[in-house]
Structure formats: C-alpha cells, structure tokens
C-alpha cells in the first residue's frame, strides 16, 4: 500500500518569511495530493491540492509542487501570517481523489511574531 | 463545499460499552469515508462507507469491532464496540465532492476510561 512521509515534524518561522512542508510518497500509482490544516480542536480542512498531470499550482499565498519522477510533493507558504499557525497533513491516493486518503504524520507549523 | 455535522461533539465512555457516531451531510453524495485520528497522531482510513452495501475495511480494521451503517446518500453512522482506552481517539467521516476533493467533519473525540 501507499506511504507518505512527511518532514519535518516542526517548523517554526518568523512572520512575514516563507514556510516550505516536503512530503514523499511510494506508491507510483498515487494521482492526487491534497494538503490540509488542521486546527485545535477542529476537523482537517482542504487548503490546496495538485493532481499529476500538473506540476504546480497557486492559491495566493500558498502554492504546491509536484515531482512524479522523485514521487515527492511540497506546500509552500508565503508571507507567512500568526493564523497560518496550524498542524498542516500531506496526504496521497491513487483514483483521483475518489479513494481513501494515506497521510503524512504532519507538521505543527508555528508562526512567531 | 458540503456541510458535515457528526454527532456527538464528544464522549466520555466506560470500557466494554460501545459509542454509535453519525455523520450528516447537507447534499447526496457518492464516497463517504471514516478515519481515526489517535491523540496527537495522524489520520488512519478505517473504511469506506458503501451505501446500499456494507463498507469496505483497511487493513487492522475489522467489522466486529466497527461496525458501519450507510442507509442513504446523506447519512452514515460509525459504531465503536466493546471498547478499551486505545480507542480513545478523533473519529472523522469525509465525503468526496466536486472534483473528487475530501472534506471532513468536525470530528468526535471520544475518552474510554
């Protein structure tokens, strides 16, 4: 089955600088790559996702790299805000998306002021 | 983006009894999916919720244990039997939509003592 890595486990940066989150995943098969943020107490949420046929994709401040050939995938976050404080989760599957999930373990992401 | 709801928020349960969740969405959709989250950990698909037939378990999961109803389009419930304090742990349900994007509820953090 598929297996996700994800570094590093923390991250903290200052306000204002950029946050880069690196997954790798095993599974050639794997097409779809969404990243979530998940906040205390709350349910992950679906902040961008890339599938493979494309190598990046933007949403204002964050942005997603893929690379099929290493089979390795990264959240980029610009600007970085104190609500960008959060536990981010890579996450990969083959069928489009419309198969369960395999996540990375995360990465508490910290912003200091 | 679908609106999910799960029920309960929370719980406190003895060991040996069993906890029934339920998932609820705003719209009719296809996937639906239950994951565990361990406290502090990441998250583990546990099934996929078939409506009309009976969900399809992951490996290290098994129906006895987890039992998982789909009656309809919209609605799927997750039972936890016979529990111990290692089920202690976020239960999440997800469904697929749009262009097969995940999304998640809120999550039900359960307690065994």
């Known amino acids: 089955g598929e297996n996700v890595e994800q570094h590093p486990s923390t991250l903290s940066v200052q306000e204002g600088d950029s946050a880069v989150i690196k997954c790798t995943y095993s599974?050639?098969?794997?097409?779809?790559f969404p990243w979530y943020k998940q906040e205390l107490g709350k349910g992950p949420q679906l902040i961008i996702d890339?599938?493979?046929?494309?190598g990046e994709k933007k949403d204002q401040r964050i942005a997603v790299t893929l690379n099929k050939t290493a089979k390795h995938f990264s959240l980029h976050i610009t600007e970085t805000q104190p609500e960008d404080s959060a536990v981010y989760f890579c996450?990969?599957?083959?069928?489009?998306?419309?198969?369960?999930?395999?996540f990375g373990k995360g990465t508490h992401l910290i912003i200091q002021p | 983006s679908a609106v999910i709801s799960q029920k309960p928020s929370r719980d406190i349960c003895q060991r040996g009894t069993s906890l029934t969740i339920q998932c609820q969405v705003d719209?009719?959709?296809?996937?639906m999916f239950w994951y565990r989250q361990q406290p502090g950990q990441s998250l583990t698909l546990i099934a996929t919720?078939?409506?009309?037939?009976?969900?399809?378990?992951e490996s290290g999961f098994v129906i006895d244990k987890f039992p998982i109803s789909r009656p309809n389009l919209t609605f799927s419930t997750l039972t936890v039997s016979n529990m111990s304090p290692e089920d202690s742990s976020i239960y999440l349900c997800?469904?697929?939509?749009?262009?097969?994007?995940?999304?998640f509820g809120p999550g039900t953090r359960l307690t065994v003592t």
């Open positions: 599974d050639s098969a794997s097409n779809y």
């Open positions: 996450a990969a599957t083959g069928g489009g998306g419309a198969d369960g999930l395999t």
């Open positions: 997800s469904v697929v939509e749009g262009a097969r994007e995940q999304y």
């Open positions: 719209s009719q959709v296809t996937m």
């Open positions: 919720a078939n409506q009309g037939s009976e969900a399809t378990y």
């Open positions: 890339i599938r493979s046929n494309v």
